[in-house]
């Protein structure tokens, strides 16, 4: 009995330990906020300090209703430990790797496989998540709470949350001339603020169905039909959907390294001027193949069916090849294979598969298409691993290793920003290997062929502290944007088609974004349907015809 009463005594009220560990996200865990803030020129001074004071005491006030709204009784210790863990995850990554948390990283982390969150484990982020959530977690479940009656936590609930309101309505007041214009001109900063990021994101991205009507699938391009010209033969197209691999590092493009030796050797037409549809897998993918240009995509109310399907609706054979985390559900109903498990091939490691693997027996695959439909064509796209992150160095076989020293950590940040690079640029050199096996291939093929090669999104390489992908879109620096475009054609396309690719060289540097694929793809399938735009094909202007 005395025990108990002791006990009892010694507990700590409920909103102390709220204010306690909500006071805690807003220091540490809030670095990368921090530290981006300290860094603007306009945060400076005696003012800049006010406002670092202000913004901290609004968000450690935001923070505490959320806390307060959620955490009713026995659910306080599992919501403060939900804020505590995601908080940390979250400035882990903002701190490793520059990224900041919006809807569109949270739809990444939903999508990844475990091979990618393999990829991105390490001892330093253990020891991060340890001390960023272990030792807050351990305090938070160790401390005994005292237990009010429902009338007293209700009064301490509410009033809290009126406090709380009231506290942060006059820190922004206080602070509104500078974080209106911080904010404006410096959107990321809304981003990092943590680990409200997090929850907003996803509470948007849960949204997500309810904006857009998930249950219809619309077809598109009913109308679709093949028309060849005269006396040309099927074609072989190949659509190469590269992964993160940025325009500015090819050697093809200008770049001081020479990272496409190979590509250098073959006539091809290298576009130095597109911009893709996100920067991020998730987000590009379905927006290259779809026939809605990037911001119609963005709003659409609706899923359509994909390029994919207007190909195989006008009768040609398409075959989908995955060496990376799948099609994202754009091959679902063509043909597909995967090859990242086939464990016995010499160009896989019992994990994964290096990019060439998707050429073997590619000539028994595309076989077994239907007659009927290789008649009128065969589109086959390969899905690269190209130079997925961040363990760059695993995506190149030993003999493309030309850079070195590599970054052999996931762990970026403790590689010097050189090694880093080295090991990007040993991707490309890989991938223009893969493109010129490729070109090589299609040179055997009787069938007239094209080659188009697009890549998904670049990359940040540590340019000011940035490394990866995904930043949103609006903030994303040109690195994560520029794209290569890279086509093959053979001579008897060219001939047959009436479409000289040299014609193509005109537009190397004109500005172009990933919404030219949809309609590019169609046109060089000869595809007409009333989708088609002919202002969109990069080669129609090409054609003679
Ligand atoms: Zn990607």
Known sequence: MNAQRNSSANAMHPLWLSLLTTLWLVTLPNWPLWRQLMALPEVQGTRGLLFMVGMGVAIWALTLILTLMLGWSRLLKPVLSLLVVSAAAGAYFMFSYGIVIDATMITNVLQTDPREAADLFNWRMVLALLLLAGLPLWVIWRTPLRKLGWRRALVSQLGGMVVCALVTVLCLMAIFQDFASIMRN??????????????????SVAAQPFRRDEKTFLPIGQDAIQ??????QAPLIVLVVGETARMGNFGINGYERQTTPKLAQEKVISLRGVISCGTSTAASLPCMFSHLGREDFDSRKHNYENLLDVLQRAGLAVLWVDNQAGCKGLCDRVHSASTTQLKTSPWCDGSECH????????????????????????????????????????RTPAAFKKFTPECTSNALQECERQQVINAFDNTIVYTDHFLSQTIGWLKQQKQPSVMMYVSDHGESLGENNIYLHGLPYRVAPEEQ???????????????????????????????????????SALGLANVKTALYQAELDLYASCRRS
């Open 186 to 203: 410096h959107t990321q900063i809304r981003y990092l603020i943590n680990p409200l990021n997090s929850l907003y994101a996803v509470a």
């Open 227 to 232: 028309q060849r010209p005269a006396n040309a």
């Open 355 to 394: 990019d060439e693997v998707m050429l073997d027996k590619l000539s028994d695959r595309l076989a077994q298409l239907p007659v009927e439909q290789r008649a009128k064509g065969v589109v086959l796209v390969m899905h690269q691993m190209g130079s997925h992150g961040p363990a760059y160095y695993k």
């Open 481 to 519: 944007k520029r794209v290569p475009w890279i086509t093959w054609m053979s001579e008897s396309y060219q001939k047959q088609q009436g479409l000289p690719l040299d014609c193509m060289r005109s537009k190397i540097t004109q500005p172009f974004t990933h919404d030219a694929y949809f309609h």
